[in-house]
Nanobody, 120 residues
Framework: QVEVVESGGGSVEPGGSLRLSCAAS????????TGWYRQAPGKQRELVAV???????NYGDSAKGRFTISRDSHGTTLYLQMDSLKTEDTGVYYC??????????????WGQGTQVTVSS
C-alpha cells in the first residue's frame, strides 16, 4: 500500500510565496507520473503541474511562469514552489503519485489535500 502525505499549505497575501511538499511511502517499486492538482470552492479539480514518466514537465495555464514543480532524486518527494500568488490560487492542493507497487501492481495514490488561502 502506498501512502501520500502533503505539507506546506497556509495563508499568504497576494504576491507572496508558498512551498508545498508531498512524500510517498510504502511498498513502492517504481514511480512514473507525479503531479499537483487543486480544487477551488465550487469548481472541479484542475491540473496545476505534473512530471510525467518521461520526466516531461507540464503546467496548467494558471501556473505557467509562477509555479515550479520538482522532485527529489528518488522520485518519492514532490515539491511545488508557488510565487506571485493570486487570490484565484486559493483552494485545496492535492498531490498524486502513480507507479508500480512491489509485486508489480499499479498504484494511483492521492494525498489528503492541503489548503492554500491567498487573501489580503
Amino acid at each position: 500500500q502506498v501512502e501520500v502525505v502533503e505539507s506546506g499549505g497556509g495563508s499568504v497575501e497576494p504576491g507572496g510565496s508558498l512551498r508545498l511538499s508531498c512524500a510517498a511511502s510504502g511498498s513502492i517499486s517504481g514511480i512514473s507520473h507525479t503531479g499537483w492538482y487543486r480544487q477551488a470552492p465550487g469548481k472541479q479539480r484542475e491540473l496545476v503541474a505534473v512530471i510525467t514518466g518521461a520526466h516531461t514537465i507540464n503546467y496548467g495555464d494558471s501556473a505557467k511562469g509562477r509555479f515550479t514543480i520538482s522532485r527529489d532524486s528518488h522520485g518519492t518527494t514532490l515539491y511545488l514552489q508557488m510565487d506571485s500568488l493570486k487570490t484565484e490560487d486559493t483552494g485545496v492542493y492535492y498531490c498524486n503519485f502513480q507507479g508500480l507497487e512491489l509485486g508489480l501492481r499499479d498504484f494511483d495514490a492521492w494525498g489528503q489535500g492541503t489548503q492554500v488561502t491567498v487573501s489580503s
